[in-house]
């Protein structure tokens, strides 16, 4: 496997064969690709893709790999937006970014419904992660990147999303006895005025479990004259309580800076949407680059927790 | 060269109905002999034998004017560095045309081709028409409408007995409106809109001039959608009825071609593929020419046929 390191410093390094999905190896007419989750499978990773279709609504294509570098795309999108029952009036702008958790055997997705009220958080299980099931839509609008921890914390199931209060995007944690209905909101970090994530939030990865806490690899966003720089950093947070601040790294782990990062329908986006962690703590991060490819970013489990704070 | 098929290199993106042609841009900036800002968008119209550029050009000093390009013997185009309409000096046009005059849209229409452009003066854009019989001498016309209007296409024929153009009013949509003496318009009506979650959500107007197919009118026009880094502008395509405009026959549910080339991502505007000219050959081949980010003039390749299918078709799931 090749890779290479941005000399200026990045932790993560990109794969040298990104991007890893174009536009280019959709089998059928498509606008962009990007935002990819991976599933550990028995046959190797697969990627649940959010395709951008030419209309301009995005929906999920399967994506199989072997080595986790080298993907096929299914010929058919796997989810698309509801045409009927309760989901269909929350989703008539397609669906978004999904993030997939496993707990307990479950495939869990939880994914941004977006409608003409704006967006919101639904969530869906799968078994061959070719037919999903819809469970309900599990926030209320202005709300997105939402993913489930991979276990429940202290008896409930728990969650990070992102709402919108004061204009600011915030990570938040809520909890739920039964996946449908949530509450006991806190908020676990915040825009950092100043720093590279001083605009918005919000969590990107699934929850790493670690003997030191919660890794959570997030997106932030610094505004600039000419749009918003998206890199992706990470934060530490308490086993027991989510929203107690561990550490939070001070830098980004990962910056825009390579042309398919730099140039594409939203330039200068890095966005994660998930990670595979081999037995030898050697790690993929699948990002999203410039709103119109998927790539991978390598490290290792042990240099982001020494390194990245 | 251009014209010449047997030799037309095409590069494929995807699964777009539209090629790009493998030598695009077809004008850039390094290909003027003058000091210019940018290039922007290009009018296109068939005269005695040549296709002939009405390419608008921002100078250094901000201001636009349309300056006219032809074709050389080596196969390129040549922009003449006079302008071939540039702002007016007339008490009557002056302040409308204080920041310049831009996008040509070039209509033939009994005998006479027709200009319409945009005027961008003191009081924002207003379409302005002007008519030249042998691209030597233009005249103006006239002021024909209030300002915030922009993307005004002359229709190639009169519909139901009276003179009839597409435009972009302020809300974003695509309006037919017709005159008796091209001076006086009037009986606007809605034509097509945003939609809500397409690539088209923002706004939307009219590009090329229309076409007259079997089908009614064929248009291309742009669509753009808004994201937190700027515009995205794509290119659709609608068919309209050829007595009753306002009625589309159909409407392409996907781009026809949507901005992907280094030259189309990056430029003064970017991510922008904007169509102000079309052009059918003997082959039925159909160049399309759009501005490129603002930057530069280029060309993609289809036939009729697949724009129409692409027009017709049902609304597919994805």
């Given amino acids: 496997m090749k890779k290479t390191r941005c000399p200026a410093g990045d932790l993560l390094h990109r794969w040298e064969g990104n991007p890893a999905i174009t536009m280019e190896d959709i089998p059928f007419r498509a606008n962009t690709v990007f935002n990819g989750a991976p599933i550990v499978a028995e046959d190797g990773v697969y990627l649940l893709l959010r395709i951008e279709g030419q209309h301009g609504y995005s929906f999920f294509a399967l994506a199989r790999s072997t080595d986790g570098f080298n993907f096929t795309i299914d010929e058919k ?81 728990a969650r990070f999303d992102r709402p919108i209060g004061l204009g600011k995007g915030c990570i938040w944690v809520s909890y739920s006895p039964d996946l449908t209905n949530w509450g006991c909101s806190e908020q676990v970090i915040g825009p950092h005025e100043g720093y590279w994530d001083e605009f918005r939030v919000g969590a990107s990865v699934t929850p790493i479990e670690t003997e030191e806490g919660w890794l959570e690899i997030y997106h932030g966003v610094k505004m600039t004259t000419s749009g918003p720089i998206y890199r992706i950093g990470a934060v530490l947070l308490d086993l027991d309580y989510p929203s107690k601040v561990i550490k939070r790294s001070s830098r980004p782990i990962l910056s825009p800076r390579e042309e398919y990062e730099r140039i594409g329908d939203i330039g200068n986006v890095c966005f994660a949407c998930g990670a595979v962690i081999a037995d030898d703590g050697e790690m993929k991060i699948y990002y999203g680059a410039a709103d119109t490819s998927i790539c991978v970013a390598t490290c290792t489990l042990e240099q982001i927790l020494t390194e990245a704070f | 060269m251009i014209i010449d098929n047997s030799n037309l290199l095409t590069k494929r993106c995807g699964r777009d109905i539209v090629h790009r042609w493998e030598l695009n841009p077809l004008i850039g900036i390094n290909d003027l002999d003058f000091n210019c800002a940018d290039i922007h968008n290009a009018g296109v119209v068939y005269f005695q034998g040549e296709v002939l550029l009405l390419v608008t050009i921002e100078y250094p000093t901000g201001h636009q004017g349309i300056h006219l390009a032809r074709p050389t013997s080596e196969g390129i185009y040549k922009v003449e560095s006079n302008p071939f309409l540039h702002q007016s000096e007339e008490p009557k046009y002056k302040r409308h045309e204080s920041r310049g005059v831009l996008d040509g849209r070039v209509t033939f229409l009994d005998g006479v081709y027709y200009i319409l452009y945009n005027a961008f003066g003191d009081y924002g854009y207003r379409l302005a028409l002007a008519r030249t019989e042998d691209f030597g001498t233009v005249e103006r016309i006239g ?166 299918e692409n027009c017709l078709e049902s609304q597919v799931e994805y």
């Avoid at chain 1, 099931?133 to 609008?141: D, Q």
């Avoid at chain 2, 209030?146 to 296409?153: F, I, L, Q």
């Fill in chain 1, 77 to 157: 999108p796997v989810m698309l937006p509801a045409k009927e029952g309760p989901f269909a009036l929350y989703e008539t702008k397609g669906i978004e970014d999904p993030r997939v958790t496993i707990i307990e055997d479950t495939c869990y997705v939880v994914y941004t419904a977006v409608g003409d009220c704006g967006p919101r958080i639904a969530l869906a299980k799968t078994t061959d992660y070719v037919n999903y099931e819809r469970i309900a839509l599990i926030s209320e609008p202005g709300n997105k990147d939402g993913l489930l921890f991979p276990g429940k914390i202290r008896g409930r199931y």
């Fill in chain 2, 143 to 308: 002021l024909i409408s209030e300002p915030d209007t922009k993307a005004g296409v002359l229709f190639p024929a009169k519909i139901k007995g009276r003179y009839a153009r597409l435009e972009r009013p302020s809300d974003g949509s695509i309006w037919a409106t017709y005159s008796d003496d091209l001076l006086h318009w009037g009986g606007s009506e809605l034509v097509i809109s945003p939609r809500g979650g397409f690539w088209d959500e923002s706004r939307v107007g009219a590009g090329a001039t229309p076409m007259e197919i079997e089908q009614g009118w064929l248009v291309l026009y742009y669509g753009a959608k808004d994201t937190p880094a700027g515009p995205i502008y794509r290119i659709g395509a609608v068919i309209l009825n050829r007595q009753e405009p306002t009625e589309v026959i159909g409407r392409t549910n996907m781009p026809i071609l949507s901005p992907r080339e280094n030259y189309e991502r990056i430029g003064d505007v970017p991510n922008l593929v904007f169509p102000t000219g079309a052009f059918v050959d003997n082959d039925d081949c159909l160049k399309i020419f759009y501005g490129a980010a603002n930057s530069c003039i280029c060309i993609g390749i289809t036939t009729i046929e697949k724009i129409v």
